[in-house]
DNA sequence: TTGCAATGCGCC
DNA sequence: AAAGGGCGCATTGCAA
């Protein structure tokens, strides 16, 4: 299927985008009349919507049956199962034309996935990159797809005439009708390509053995049937379904927001140009300013033989409208010179690539703990400082303090550079979510938002994307409430549902820990109990009745009897928590000793003390080390997923270090994925949440959102509670509780975040989709990087071979559905 | 004009 | 010697 009016990268395809072809194969058996085996439907044609509606019936259920439709096609289509590469889309582009898409079957995107997880950077998961990599397909006679650019791409002619290196692409319109041979050819092996891969995957897949617990389940193609297929289907209802969002909720926000870091910007502006004058005009939100402004001159850390410049031109917009030397008028761009505002201001964290690094952590260190409030060009504020009505201490400010010198100039450096924290932080949100959830790109004609919830990731978890909802700030710090603009609409709510602790509980259970297991089981404030067990001291005073564990107000108690542990140890319990959520990341004692400045043989102490009680957890990481570094090279999620690493003889020791750190990652952060699945395929398959009319809306990680009709949602929320303790087909196989936090809300603030959606698509039509609107597409000709944007715009499926025969037969025999017909061979002329 | 690398930041 | 797993995405500044 080819789709134009679609910017896959800023769009949405539900609601956005038209089909403009498709084509359909089943193999080489097929025959659609005169011996071809592939069919191409023209849809830009003179009456191409009509052939559209003929169509109907094949993507439709067989129970919607169109009089128009000669009934003996409509029958034998409707039997079969269709396999796609990327369905998400092209159910989403089908289903814009008030089609329900039905049939699916399987979608070669995740199979390849399920095959092998570490393709993304060698390779990826585009039907080109598979179809044509001979590890994956490796049929002599058959060709891999070929990419539009190959086909189609021109270098661009430039005004001189010469041939430029950028490659552009026509319109997919004009490809269509102007070079309608190679189009149809290029069509056509899409579909092709994509049953190839079908049936090379599912070889792949057949030969792979599923283990769960050690115990033999089948093979992964087991896996796939029972899982990810309908897994796959599930996430592209919801990204249908979609979520409401309440944008003149937002349209205000956004106002407070920009005055706000407005406020800001100026604070830190203004102190700054008494440095350096043309510091006034410069962008706040720019790394490259900044890092020159703070620390010009430095070396680059990895490379002495370079160092930053003491002074640059940056070029700025011309907003005072300056006349600039030698011009008229104002210029619409002019340069502004920044230079180093303070020599003695020691760079403490440098970026990967040995530049200081000016991110959060390290403005955030020579600021110090202190308000962003004060202006100290306000001459009240001063006054009141002098006067010593603010409480500042000396010990709250950051090392920019001493670096300007202390005293009042210390305490100005130190309030501006805070100020600057906040204009980046007020930055990224308006950028990430304000704006984006307002446009209407990502949103249906309905108003809901419909992101991509993508099955993508090494590890098997959820990405979402256009919007990535994954990362709206927590709750605590949502300082604008953006999660309340996330409503429910009129007469429904929102159950919001979390796992309390999953990947903890997960490394409990994988590493068979007794501490851990322990811990949970008595449940309370998990990290409290860490602490405990880490500190002796601790202990004993939990024991002497000292201290509490956790305390449960009684009626008439407004405080507890004795100090709270976190309260009383805070320090410890912050470290505990740190361990915990660190140790399960692989972590180690020299990255921790940074993160809390403190010695790394403080920090090993501590790390040791975590393992002290958690030796099973320690021997565990140590066999995953081992696997991953051994000839076997992979782990293994709960559901026995694995997931590939690089041969160790062949990586150099700081991948190795990677490869150990993801080894003990990947079976917890995938495992706790694998639950999370199990759960939300336990809720859709729920017979009485859907006669109740819920339904699942998204998905982040460990908390799922669902919708349905207000008066219900105590029932709903009570069967969403059960479905997520018990996600293994109503069991649950750990040997720890799943403990699930769930709320009835009006909005998503009143309870945890979560969002996702797909893509996906295989086996018998290939639908493409041209997108990029009327725009012409320029690639660059040494972009050979196939990214999944690429697949995106693509849909391929194709029919599993049932009835295959007379189906093409009786579709090639219908001319008016057919504006011409391509056989494979005729295909993909290479360039 | 467009794409890209580097950087940074949010979440779990 | 350095040492955090997994993501998406915005912006900047520069290159083609």
Known sequence: M?????????ETPVDHGEMICFSIYSGPEADFGNGKSCIWVDLLAEGGKTILAEFAPFFEDTSIKKAMFPSLILLSLCRHLVVWHNYSFDNHIIENYGFKVSGFHADTMHMARLWDSSRQTEGGYSLEALSGDPRVCHDENLIGKVSMKTIFGRGKVKKDGSNGKIITIPPVEDLQREERKLWICY????????????ESLKRKLSGMEWKVDGRIEGTMLDFYEKY??????????????????????????EKVARAEQQVAGNRFRNWASKYCPDAKYMN?????????LLFGGTLNSKDQNESLPLEKDFKVPNIEKVIEEGKKAPTKFRNIKLCRLESKLEPEMYTASGWPS??????????????????????????????????DKEAAYGTAYAAFGGGLKGKEACHAIAALCEVCSIDSLISNFILPLQGSHI??????????????????????????????????????????AFVAAPGNSLIVADYGQLELRILAHLANCKSMLDAFKAGGDFHSRTAMNMYPHIREAVEQKSVLLEWHPQPGEDKPPVPLLKDAFASERRKAKMLNFSIAYGKTAVGLSRDWKVSVKEAKETVARWYNERKEVRNWQDERKKEACSTKRCVHTLLGRARLFPSVDQVTSSQRGHIERAAINTPVQGSAADVAMCAMLEISKNLRLKELGWRLLLQVHDEVILEGPTESGEEAKAIVVECMSKPFD???????DLSVDAKCAQNWIMGPIQSSWIFHSAFFFSLFFCHMGNRHLCLPSNNIRPKEASSVRRAEFSIVRRTGNSVAHHLARNARCISDIAVWKDAAPRR
């Open 2 to 10: 080819q789709v134009a009016k679609i910017d896959v990268k800023q």
């Open 187 to 198: 069509s056509a092996l899409d579909s092709i390509s994509t049953l190839n891969l079908y």
């Open 228 to 253: 990810w297929q309908p897994f796959g289907e599930l996430l592209v209802t919801m990204e249908t379904e979609g979520m409401l969002v309440d944008r003149s909720y937002l349209a205000e926000v």
């Open 284 to 292: 706040v939100g720019s790394d490259t300013q900044l890092r020159l």
């Open 358 to 391: 000016v991110c959060g952590d390290a403005l955030k260190t020579l600021a110090g703990k202190v308000s962003a409030e004060f202006d100290f060009t306000d001459e009240a504020q001063v006054l009141e400082t002098k006067e010593g009505v603010s409480e």
């Open 443 to 484: 949103s249906g004609k309905n108003g809901r938002i419909h992101g991509s919830l993508n099955i993508n990731t090494e590890t098997g978890r959820l990405s979402a994307r256009r919007p990535s909802l994954q990362n709206q700030p927590a709750l605590e710090k949502d300082r604008y409430k953006i999660r309340q």
């Open 730 to 736: 109503g069991k649950n196989i750990l040997r720890v």
